[in-house]
């Protein structure tokens, strides 16, 4: 299958900084990914949607200005948490697709703010 | 709304025996797409299937199959002869879909950790 990277693969931060997150497709074009969030011992939650292109288009409950996504090419999106708490760490993952193909999904990214 | 429901959280099995994890489904959509993933300590997600609503039909990979019944909304997983690397936990998902697409998003059930002993 096509393969999907993510980096960092963890990240410590302290509380109040910005952490930015990349996910690529490394052998395929990705018109759309998908980010999501597991808290330990918890299912995968869609956090929110990117085009490449387009505006993000995120779930409810989950803030745009705190999760800024940027799909800015066919290989790349990234998601950045701003201004980070101690309740924002978890396991973020990141999947990729182009049309009408499966979703691949990357290997996730733990962050943990202190 | 559109759910999905793994009712056991956890599953012990000693290796060599069967274990079937159950997954029910609630969508009102009628195109639609289930999925099932393994994921092993390392988080990384594994793709093990994806069947389309208008596909019924059972299937088998090696020690896996999968149980799809429309009528009582289950999608059910089963592992003959468990190894102790089948450890792991496993994520039926839905996926709604626009016309004959799937749209990939996909919504989660809460998981089943599977654990087999030697």
């Known amino acids: 299958g096509a393969v999907v990277s993510q980096h960092p693969s963890w990240v410590i931060c302290k509380s109040g900084t910005s952490v930015k997150i990349e996910c690529r497709s490394l052998?395929?074009?990705?018109?759309?990914m998908f980010w999501y969030r597991q808290f330990p011992k918890q299912s995968l939650m869609l956090m929110a949607t990117?085009?490449?292109?387009?505006?993000?288009?995120?779930e409810q409950g989950v803030e745009k200005d705190k999760f800024l996504i940027n799909h800015a090419s066919l290989t790349l999106s990234t998601l950045t948490v701003t201004s980070a708490h101690p309740e924002d760490s978890s396991f973020y993952i990141c999947?990729?697709?182009?049309?009408?193909?499966?979703?691949?999904f990357g290997p996730g990214t733990r962050l943990t703010v202190l | 709304a559109q759910k999905v429901t793994q009712a056991q959280t956890e599953i012990s099995v000693v290796e060599k025996e069967d274990v079937t994890l159950d997954c029910v489904y609630e969508?009102?959509?009628?195109?639609?797409?289930l999925f099932w993933y393994k994921q092993p300590p390392s988080g990384e997600l594994v793709f093990l299937i994806r069947?389309?609503?208008?596909?019924?039909q059972n299937e088998i990979s090696g020690r896996y199959s999968w149980n799809f019944q429309k009528s009582t909304s289950s999608f059910n997983f089963t592992i003959t002869a468990s190894q102790v690397v089948d450890s792991a936990v496993y994520f039926c998902?839905?996926?709604?879909?626009?016309?004959?697409?799937?749209?990939?998003?996909?919504?989660f059930g809460q998981g089943t950790t599977l654990q087999v002993k030697p």
């Open positions: 999947s990729a697709r182009s049309p009408f193909q499966e979703q691949f």
């Open positions: 052998d395929f074009q990705a018109t759309t």
């Open positions: 990117s085009n490449e292109g387009s505006k993000a288009t995120y």
């Open positions: 969508t009102r959509d009628t195109t639609y797409y």
């Open positions: 069947r389309n609503s208008f596909d019924e």
């Open positions: 998902a839905l996926s709604e879909a626009r016309g004959s697409s799937n749209t990939g998003k996909l919504i």
